[in-house]
């Protein structure tokens, strides 16, 4: 049962993430990179869901070696930023401001001026429910 309701978890974070992907063309590590990637070329939703189960795509934010090609850039580097330091970006995010939460934007080429709207539209899309890293990165890319 627990895995049913996992699957069915990241299913709609996938479909969520799709359609904020449609805005805005962006790679997601999680189903662009790692093993799931390597198997499932051609199949986003298969690959998230193989990283995922795999090792809660630790590896796919980190691989260089299996996904080489599509896994480097501000994206991935972003990405992997959120899943090594997921607790301190969201409680900085829902406090407004915070080193970790200015980094993260650093990385992603915020300017300055613009960063204090784009935390605004992250807290405001940011779902309780919604608890990984994945689905932050999707809220954040989605935002930008």
């Known amino acids: 049962m627990k895995k049913l309701t996992l699957c069915a978890f990241i299913a709609s974070s996938l479909l969520a993430g799709n359609a904020a992907a449609e805005k805005k063309p962006t790679i997601n590590p999680w189903t662009h990179c790692g093993i799931g990637a390597m198997i499932f070329e051609d199949n986003g939703a298969a690959a998230a869901i193989s990283n995922i189960i795999w090792d809660l795509g630790t590896t796919a934010v980190s691989s260089k070696i299996s ?4 896994c480097k850039g501000k994206e991935v ?10 607790n301190q970006v969201i409680e900085e995010t829902s406090q407004g401001s915070g ?11 915020v300017e300055q001026g613009q960063q204090a709207q784009v935390i605004k539209t992250i807290r405001a899309d940011v779902d309780a429910d919604q608890n990984s890293p994945e689905a932050y990165y999707n809220v954040v890319m989605a935002s930008l």
């Open 67 to 70: 996904s080489e090609d599509s």
């Open 99 to 109: 080193s970790h939460l200015t980094a993260m934007l650093d990385m992603l080429d």
């Open 77 to 86: 580097q972003t990405a992997q930023f959120i899943q090594d330091n997921y």
